[in-house]
């Protein structure tokens, strides 16, 4: 079978700057929907670009990579409920057609709720995105007029067809933390994001910061092995601004190929952009200096740590190539 991956998007700028609020590794789920008959609406959660299997057909007809509901032959339309892993406000929402082009929903909408205790009975709804015209196989860039921090989505499709991938940015909005409290400044689900990375031939970077260990090698940020000197490297931006007390470096999984050595580098930089920060990384000072990297293993390190400022982004250099599965920055959130 030949498989197609969708082509990426390329967001504005300040969106960048966001994080995906709808992404599954925050523990974002679908509630409910009308109908899910020939996708299920979960699809459309996944971290992955949407990819299009041709001659792949299940028990109701062509398999799609998203959410696709069977065409309507009565009035009305079709919806479906997301919670949110986290608490957000939105800045902006990216909804995605990718390979859908005979069956693609004519327009959308989304409406948004503050429910954190999941009782939605009686809820009020507020637009947040006007009812839009999409078209076939497109990525539709839009900006949310969303201050208020919210839980949950509706997203409305007119009158039916199937969505790829809904993307929703913003930021994480702790509302309840206890500031002598540890945490994991840079987990995905406190608004941690990757900035730039050197490569990511076999897996992402963005893996480094989800939840629990790894579950495989392929659950980790592995790069391919290097053929020229230097080292690989990525750019963290913390999610919550703090004084860094603790790090794990986890290299689960990775045993033949894990990296000889790790250092980290750290600043707080404020209002710089991505572009800017990229060259800019090489020169920041050392939040932790080279240390040797083992097997399968969680190293940690609180003695070793160099800086005791609060910072908001760190580089994680990997060197010289390799895998490693997690990365945890634990410290206060700043006053």
């Given amino acids: 079978m030949t498989i197609t991956i969708a082509k990426p998007v390329e967001l504005p700028t300040h969106l960048k700057k966001l994080v995906n609020l709808a992404d599954t590794r925050m523990g974002t789920q679908i509630v409910c929907c009308s109908d899910e008959f020939f996708a299920k609406a979960e699809r459309m959660l996944n971290a992955e670009p949407a990819q299009f299997v041709e001659g792949k057909y299940d028990d109701h007809g062509k398999w799609m990579d998203g ?11 079709d919806w479906c409920i997301i919670r949110l892993g986290v608490t957000g406000k939105i800045s902006g929402v990216d909804l995605d057609t990718s390979f859908f082009t005979g069956n693609y929903p004519a327009s959308a909408s989304i409406e948004a709720c503050y429910a954190p205790n999941d009782q939605l009975d009686g809820v009020v709804w507020q637009e947040i995105l006007p009812n839009t015209p999409l078209s076939p196989d497109h990525h539709h860039v839009l900006e949310v007029a969303q201050t208020d921090p919210v839980t949950h989505l509706r997203l409305n499709i007119y009158p039916d067809g199937g969505i790829a991938r ?45 939840p629990g260990r790894g579950i495989n090698m392929g659950d980790g940020w592995e790069t391919k092995r290097r053929r020229a000197p230097g080292y690989d490297w990525c750019i963290i931006q913390l999610g919550q601004v703090g004084a860094i007390e603790k790090i794990e470096v986890d290299t689960a999984h ?82």
Avoid at 67 to 77: D, F, I, L, M, S
């Fill in 67 to 77: 959410w696709e509901t069977r065409r309507k032959r009565e009035a009305g339309y």
């Fill in 166 to 210: 809904l993307r929703v940015y913003g930021q994480v909005v702790l509302e309840k933390f206890d500031p002598t409290q540890t945490l994991d400044l840079a987990a995905l689900k406190n608004g941690g994001r990757i900035v730039a990375y050197s490569d990511a031939h076999f897996g992402h970077p963005t893996n480094l910061l989800n």
């Fill in 254 to 335: 990775f045993k033949g190929n894990f990296p000889a050595f790790c250092s980290i580098q750290a600043i707080y930089a404020d209002n710089a952009t991505d572009a800017q920060l990229i060259p800019q990384s090489m020169f920041w000072p050392y939040l932790l200096s080279e240390q040797p990297l083992s097997m399968d293993h969680i190293h940690e390190y609180i003695q070793q740590i160099l800086i005791s400022e609060k910072v908001n982004y760190i580089r994680l250099n990997m060197i010289p190539d390799g895998g490693i599965s997690r990365i945890r920055l634990w410290g206060k959130i700043a006053q």
